[in-house]
């Protein structure tokens, strides 16, 4: 069974930065992209970014060039750079992993959320 564990939320000051990491366990299959979701309250889950395994990046206008996605494949694991927080970045960010299992099938993986809140 896949696992996906997240850290690296906290609590920071607005300009300040954090390093969110997902680590894939189990018996993880070699997943098509990974990325990374937020959910503020009351607002719904938004991407914030995303990384395909041919290594193509897609980034919320709200986070570009403050935010960045990479990932370790060694390790399976992705992580989401982030600078230059404001307020708005407050939200609990969810890790996702996709398996593409034929051309009209994806399975998602996702993980239990971490908090990150910016004050101001």
């Known amino acids: 069974q896949v696992q996906l564990v997240e850290s690296g939320g906290g609590l920071v000051q607005a300009g300040g930065s954090l390093r969110l990491s997902c680590a894939a366990s189990g018996n993880s299959p070699s997943f098509n992209a990974m990325a990374w979701h937020r959910q503020a309250p009351g607002k719904q889950r938004e991407l ?35 600078n230059s927080l404001n307020p708005e970045d407050t939200a609990v960010y969810y890790c996702n992993a996709v398996q593409f299992v034929s051309i009209a099938r994806r399975v998602d993986y996702w993980g239990q959320g971490t908090q990150v809140t910016v004050s101001s």
């Open 48 to 82: 914030v970014a995303s990384l395909t395994s041919r290594g193509i990046t897609n980034y919320a206008d709200s986070v570009k060039g403050r935010f960045t996605i990479s990932r370790d494949n060694a390790k399976n694991t992705v992580y989401l750079q982030m």
